[in-house]
């Protein structure tokens, strides 16, 4: 079935550091790929997305490029801030349902 | 426009009792899911919801059910509460099938602890 391999964390970086999250997937198919994030106490929410190969999603500073040929939709962002400091959840959108990865936790020092 | 609501937001049962939470999705959204999240297990997929049909399930015991209201609102119940059920259950509405272009829009969650 579908799947979702995001790089294991936590991750701990400085204050305008260059932050990149892993995730490869398993799919049937023409996937979409997102990535979610969760701030404490809170929801998810949707950061960004990709319908299609060779998509570049990007908001608030991050982007990831939807890989068909590395089945990869790697997160990047180039100077990260301390209220980025969450949990990022790289998920696919298949046929079926979302699935999700294991999330992975980034915490920014000042 | 409002968003996903969850009620209650923390709740506190005993093993062997019975639970039912709550989710109001955004208006004019038909399509709500259920996700337990743990720090074990991460996000999960309990079910998902759609014009009050279950549409997908998880992997998930008899014990977690759902429903959905023909207003799209949405309940779902965990009966026999076991130790393992303390979990953030979140809720998440769209506005058709999640899936391929279902972007999902997640509510704040309830806190179950099962003591």
Excluded at chain 1, 26 to 55: I, M, N, R
Excluded at chain 2, 6 to 34: A, D, E
Excluded at chain 2, 86 to 108: I, K, M, N, T, V
């Amino acid at each position: 079935g579908d799947s979702v391999t995001q790089m294991e964390g936590p991750v701990t970086l400085s204050e305008e550091a260059f932050l990149t999250i892993n995730c490869t997937y398993t799919a049937t198919g023409y996937p979409s790929l997102f990535w979610y994030v969760q701030y404490p106490g809170e929801g998810l929410q949707l950061l960004l997305k990709a319908t299609k190969a060779d998509d570049k999603g990007s908001n608030k500073g991050f982007e990831a490029t939807y890989r068909k040929e590395t089945t990869s939709f790697h997160l990047e962002k180039g100077s990260v801030q301390v209220s980025d400091s969450a949990v990022y959840f790289c998920a696919l959108g298949g046929a079926q349902k979302l699935v999700f990865g294991q999330g992975t936790r980034l915490t920014i020092n000042p | 426009k409002a968003g996903v609501t969850q009620t209650p937001r923390y709740l506190i049962k005993t093993r062997g009792q019975q639970v039912t939470l709550s989710c109001s999705p955004i208006s004019g959204h038909r399509s709500v899911s259920w996700y337990q999240q743990t720090p074990g297990q991460g996000l999960q997929f309990l079910f998902e919801y759609f014009s009050e049909t279950q549409r997908n399930k998880g992997n998930f015991p008899g014990r977690f059910s759902g429903r959905q209201f023909s207003n799209s609102r949405s309940e779902m119940n965990v009966s026999t509460l076991e130790l393992g059920d303390s979990a953030l259950y979140l809720c998440a509405s769209s506005l058709a099938f999640s899936g391929r272009d279902g972007e999902q829009f997640f509510g704040p969650g309830t806190r179950l602890t099962v003591l």
